[in-house]
């Protein structure tokens, strides 16, 4: 059987207190699902896993059941493999080894994202920062850190991003997953 590794990015959890979701729960919870090499990185929802049948969706669909069930709360998960995942460090549109990790952030979506979704966005208005848009991706240059961006509200506006799961990463988060499904 053709073994995959996958990182599955969940949306939410472990922030201000609910819907807390701890690592090792985690880790046991995509074991049980009969996944392997399942490691977790840091507390805000990234699980990486190796898996020897599904798809992108099934398997997330197969995460947010098990986590509805053993948790008794919905969260919003994507789940990409490291093909992608790499694929989007390496078209980073901004100087990523120039730039500090919190400066560069990387939302990712359960779909693709059409230009025209963002096109009432005055990118002007909100320089230096910039985004860029990529497969089923979005690249956030932030100078100031996400806490700060201007931008960054606005792109996370529901409208923008109605119909889709949208979740977001640093920089080091975003290399750290390529390396840990790099095998």
């Not at 729960?25 to 990234?46: F, K, P, W």
Request: neutral net charge; charged residues 25%; glycine residues 8%.
């Amino acid at each position: 059987m053709r073994m995959t590794t996958y990182a599955a990015l969940l949306r939410g959890i472990n922030v201000g207190g609910s819907r807390k979701v701890p690592m090792a729960d985690l880790r046991g919870l995509v074991e049980d699902l009969g996944h392997t090499d399942v490691r977790t990185y840091l507390q805000s929802g990234q699980v990486t896993f190796a898996a020897g049948h599904g798809d992108e969706e099934s398997l997330a669909a197969e995460v947010v059941g098990a986590i509805e069930k053993r948790f008794g709360f919905a969260v919003d998960v994507i789940v990409r493999d490291h093909a992608y995942l790499k694929a989007i460090a390496d078209a980073c549109p901004f100087p990523a080894a120039e730039l500090e990790a919190k400066q560069l952030h990387v939302t990712y979506f359960s779909a693709p994202v059409e230009a025209a979704r963002l096109a009432e966005i005055d990118q002007a208005a909100y320089l230096p920062e910039e985004f860029r848009l990529g497969d089923r991706a979005l690249y956030l240059y932030a100078p100031n850190g996400l806490g700060r961006s201007k931008l960054a509200e606005v792109l996370s506006r529901p409208r923008l991003n109605k119909g889709l799961i949208a979740t977001s990463r640093n920089w080091n988060t975003v290399l750290k997953l390529v390396e840990m499904t790099g095998g």
